[in-house]
């Protein structure tokens, strides 16, 4: 039976804490941590950006897991691969606090893109083979620090999808030419999380701060106050997911990776009770229904039913970092030296809007669309 402990944190000065209880409530960190390893700590390290935008893991809680390995007598590394940030990897460390923190406890900081990387073939029918950092391969266990966010491409972003940052540099944007529909990508992570399941000790989320409506960097920070722990990551998700409101029989990557209702009505929950949180009025992102029709449908209507990015000229601080980060190069300088998108080439894999620093980025939805889909968590145009 799959173990969840769930405890409230207020604010970030308790995360000592509460990252101590929640793992003591499902075993203690000695169940997961022996003597003499070399754990890798995975936060989820987006983009540069302060930890009080809730984009980032927050730092202090990647403090109170070096201290709870160290104390174990095992080695802690800490590293993440950002899509956007690999030309200028200390600035990010710095902004998000990883800097701090890591020189505060005289750990070392690894850039995955620095350490190499390899090519296996895990399975996946769209990517052979799927390249991973060698600080991924090379550590005897890794624990997962994902933030609690929604996402545009897959509404939710936790556990699971946070061991994408595992593949090294940009072949992430790469990849998305492969696997820019939700099935698709959700067919990938599951193929990653199978792969390196042997090595994951456990999965603790930062839900302190989370965000809600257009994640997974330009949603609304949502002050949840909790963090839950579990040594089953997809688990945890479906968790979330579930007590945020969410139905997880819709929720193809669980399903790909057997998790139901049923499954997640057998966890034994340990803690703080769910009730006291106050998780109403969480918003998920919608907006790729018309992906479930079939496929003769989507073929007839495709030109009619579409939901593609696009760039506010207002907003728009000329960065380019989403034209760096579109895996088709859809993205190219127009009038006014402002970025505009190829609508010929984009294949709404929402890249650029999740790497945008400045929320410059919505989603323009056809006649049809407008009809069908509704996502209130959208800026408007």
């Known amino acids: 039976m799959t173990k969840i402990s769930v405890v409230k944190c207020n604010n970030y000065k308790q995360s000592q804490e509460a990252v101590e209880r929640a793992i003591s409530l499902i075993g203690g960190i000695e169940t997961f941590v022996k003597a003499g390893e070399k ?21 202090e809680i990647v403090r109170a897991m070096i201290r709870l390995v160290k104390k174990a007598g095992a080695t802690p590394i800490v590293g993440d691969s950002p899509g956007g940030s690999i030309r200028d990897i200390k600035n990010l460390w710095k902004v998000t606090g990883m800097t701090e923190v890591c020189t505060d406890e005289e750990v070392q900081l690894v850039q995955f893109e620095a ?89 603790l989320i930062d839900s302190v701060l989370a965000m809600d409506g257009a994640g997974p960097s330009a949603g609304n920070v949502k002050e949840l106050n909790f963090i839950a722990a579990s040594q089953d990551t997809a688990e945890l998700d479906a968790f979330l997911l579930t007590i945020l409101g969410y139905n997880i029989s819709k929720y193809y990557l669980l399903k790909k990776l057997n998790i139901t209702k049923k499954t997640v009505a057998a966890f034994e929950i340990a803690g703080d009770s769910i009730r006291e949180l106050g998780l109403g009025g969480f918003k998920f ?73 400045y929320k410059a980025i919505g989603f323009k939805k056809s006649l049809l669309a407008k009809l069908f889909i509704q996502d209130d968590a959208n800026p408007k145009h």
């Open 39 to 59: 754990i890798l700590i995975k936060p989820n390290l987006l983009a540069p950006r302060d930890p009080s935008q809730a984009i980032t893991t927050h730092p």
């Open 115 to 203: 350490e190499g990387a390899k090519s296996i073939d895990i399975g996946n029918p769209n990517i052979k083979p799927v390249t991973f950092s060698n600080a991924v391969l090379d550590c005897d266990g890794i624990i997962n620090l994902p933030k609690l966010k929604t996402h545009s491409l897959m509404k939710f972003t936790g556990g699971v999808k946070n061991f994408y940052g595992t593949i090294p540099g940009l072949l992430k944007v790469e990849y998305h030419k492969y696997a820019s529909k939700t099935k698709d990508f959700s067919d990938l992570l599951a193929n990653i999380y199978t792969f390196l399941k042997p090595k994951i000790r456990l999965t």
């Open 285 to 357: 992102p919608r907006g790729r229904m018309f992906e479930m029709a079939p496929k003769f449908m989507v073929k007839f209507l495709g030109k009619f039913l579409w939901i593609k990015p696009f760039i506010n000229e207002d907003i728009c601080r000329k960065c380019l970092i989403c034209g760096k980060s579109c895996p088709v190069k859809a993205i190219h300088i127009g009038k006014h030296n402002c970025p505009t998108i190829d609508k010929t080439l984009c294949i709404s894999c929402f890249c650029c809007h999740e790497m945008c620093p």
